[in-house]
């Protein structure tokens, strides 16, 4: 007896996981709600049911609702026709003309006007492969989705409809009142309507162009991080950088890593690797290698300084820019260096402060500030400030010198024609005579006007008594002909627009 009593029992362990399977199997089996009519058709398949009529079908928590299906009850497998409705719960609802559900799969595979709807999203397509498992549909042949003011377009595509993400690959477009996108590849999240770009991407709005082949926009808030060859575009300003941070509603951005700012009104480019600004009023600042650039029909003007800063004035015409610690600049004409620097484009001056050297051709002029005048691009006079002096090299051991409390020199086709000197007027200058230097002239006066042509001395005029001597070249030792504060700075001169960067 009680070897009959252990048989039974190993035979009931042996057969329960069987048996629990069969139970398992039969809840997973595609169960028959309603149907106006069933047929059987051997002939079609042995296990073929033919529902006709207002169909209902259930598996699981999936409700199926179409006009006609065939029902494969060995493969759990459902055709339905016409009409076709799945939902579940009350988040997915799918419609379309033709379903092919794989019961064992939770495979939905819909064809021809198929619409996917949940809480947040509408999907429209032709071919939608739907993973029941997953919660993921995935289309192969050109979808398109209404979200909100957005209406998203794709040739292939997916949407998860647990995280609401939708998956864009191939001709990506995105819709909306106030812009448009263009992408290669994209994600967009329905919930917080951001869209992550994974290829090149342009996102086109009324006032503004972007582009990028990496990042993200946040379609609700208009705020961009825009990442690889990003470029942002606003009315007459354009901002390049290996990444850029941009509010549009506040016209905000942070650009960073070979940041180029660029006026396309006024021929101006601003460099660096890091850079802030506002849209309006317009202004910015520049630091880490800062440089900037006018252009000219003839040459440019290069300038470089630890920070640059600009701001356009109530007008919205005019523009300035100041240049902060270390700042060097260079042009085929004249050449400067200087602590700090401020550029009016209103008035095209120049202005340059603590220790300010200009270098001319041959001329180096010095002052305690110095204003250079442009026009058209070119110096056209300067203003020197206090301590004004200016020395040109007339061999490797003389120098020539003017000095005085306040100058002013005139320019013409670049070359300097004429100084004005006014209070306490000192002069050193060497005379020749057929490329020969014959004396040394020495002279004080309060006031004095300096010719020169062909970039030599030509002519002196002191306008008040003057107190000078004129004596031979070798009767005093060159080293002994130094006006008080002479200063030879060339080692500091930029020779080129690669020097400006070069302090020391």
């Not at 362990?13 to 069969?22: D, E, H, N, R, S």
Request: aromatic fraction near 14%; charged fraction near 25%.
């Amino acid at each position: 007896m009680k070897n009959i009593i252990r048989y039974i029992f190993f035979v009931f362990v042996a057969i329960l996981p069987f048996t629990q399977g069969m139970a398992q199997k039969k809840k997973a089996e595609i169960q028959i709600i309603h149907s106006n009519t069933l047929e059987y058709n051997e002939k079609l398949a042995p296990d073929l049911k033919k529902l006709i009529g207002e169909v209902e079908l259930q598996h699981k928590d999936v409700f199926m609702f179409c006009d006609s299906a065939y029902l494969y009850d060995n493969q759990n497998l459902v055709e339905a026709f016409s009409n076709v409705y799945i939902r579940r719960g009350d988040t997915l609802h799918l419609y379309g003309d033709f379903l092919r559900y794989k019961g064992d799969e939770k495979l939905a595979i819909i064809r021809h006007n198929v619409t996917l709807i949940d809480n947040e999203a509408e999907l429209n397509t032709e071919f939608l492969d739907y993973d029941l498992n997953t919660d993921i549909g995935y289309y192969f042949n050109g979808g398109t989705i209404l979200s909100d003011e957005n209406t998203l377009s794709s040739i292939l595509g997916s949407y998860n409809t647990i995280l609401k993400e939708f998956h864009f690959k191939d001709s990506v477009v995105i819709l909306n009142p106030d812009y448009t996108i263009l992408s290669d590849t994209m994600e967009y999240n329905t919930v917080s309507e951001i869209s992550y770009f994974f290829g090149p991407t342009e996102i086109i709005g009324d006032s503004s162009y972007l582009y990028c082949e990496d990042g993200w926009y946040n379609t609700k808030t208009d705020i961009s991080k825009l990442k690889i060859h990003a470029l942002v575009k606003s009315k007459n300003q354009i901002v390049k950088g290996d990444s850029i941070y941009y509010e549009k509603i506040n016209g905000y951005g942070k650009a960073y890593g070979n940041v180029e700012l660029t006026d396309t009104l006024k021929d101006m480019i601003v460099k660096g690797n890091f850079s802030e600004y506002f849209e309006q009023p317009e202004s910015f600042f520049v630091t880490d290698s800062a440089v900037f650039i006018q252009i000219t029909s003839t040459d440019s003007l290069f300038v470089h300084a630890d920070t640059l800063r600009s701001y356009k004035d109530s007008t919205e015409k005019y523009r300035t820019v100041s240049a902060y610690y270390h700042c060097k600049m260079y042009k085929d004409d004249f050449q400067a260096k200087c602590d700090s620097m401020v550029y009016s484009l209103r008035d095209s001056v120049i202005r340059m402060y603590n220790d300010p050297i200009l270098w001319s051709d041959k001329n180096q002029i010095t002052a305690d500030s110095i204003a250079i005048f442009t026009k058209d691009g070119h110096a056209d006079h300067l203003e020197m400030y206090n301590n004004a002096f200016i020395i040109t090299m007339e061999d490797s051991i003389r120098f020539n010198q003017i000095k005085g409390k306040n100058m002013i020199a005139f320019f013409k086709d670049d070359n300097l024609y004429r100084i004005n000197v006014t209070g306490n007027g000192e002069t050193i200058y060497y005379t020749s005579d057929e490329g020969e230097t014959v004396g040394v002239n020495q002279a004080l006066c309060s006031d004095i006007i300096i010719y020169l042509e062909n970039k030599e001395i030509s002519k002196i005029s002191f306008l008040v008594k003057p107190d000078g001597i004129m004596t031979p070249p070798d009767d005093e030792n060159p080293e002994n002909l130094r006006l008080d504060g002479f200063s030879w700075l060339e080692l500091f001169r930029p020779l080129n627009k690669w020097d400006i960067f070069i302090w020391e």
